[in-house]
């Protein structure tokens, strides 16, 4: 069973930068590829970023291309690195875990562990 934990989200102004944290613990985090989403007020939970189980490649949203960058670290760390935020980036953060059978990529049912998400609002 793998544990996620969110943190980093906060209020930021538009333009400013937000990193935000995910920590796995209780499995083979190595072994997991490991995805970003987020759902804002009154809209339904979408994808923002993956990353491979190796970090040997990542995919992103449309929304997110050239602004986010995902990243993990040699421990049980993923980060998402948003630059030039924006009014429509405000919404829970979600961090989730896909285990090897369930591959990667950015459909929601492939994680199969979720954390309970950070909130990140941005000021206009």
């Known amino acids: 069973q793998v544990h996620v934990v969110e943190s980093g989200g906060g209020l930021v102004q538009a333009g400013g930068s937000l990193t935000l944290s995910c920590a796995a613990s209780g499995g083979m985090f190595s072994s997991y590829s490991m995805g970003w989403f987020r759902q804002a007020p009154g809209k339904e939970r979408e994808f923002v970023a993956a990353i491979r189980w190796d970090g040997g490649r990542t995919c992103y949203a449309d929304s997110a291309k050239g602004r986010f960058t995902i990243s993990r670290d040699n421990g049980n760390t993923v980060n998402l690195q948003m630059n030039s935020l924006k009014g429509e980036d405000t919404a829970i953060y979600y961090c989730?875990?896909?285990?090897?059978?369930?591959?990667?990529?950015?459909?929601?049912?492939?994680?199969?562990?979720w954390g309970q998400g950070t909130q990140v609002t941005v000021s206009s």
């Open positions: 989730a875990a896909s285990p090897p059978t369930a591959g990667w990529g950015k459909f929601a049912p492939q994680y199969h562990y």
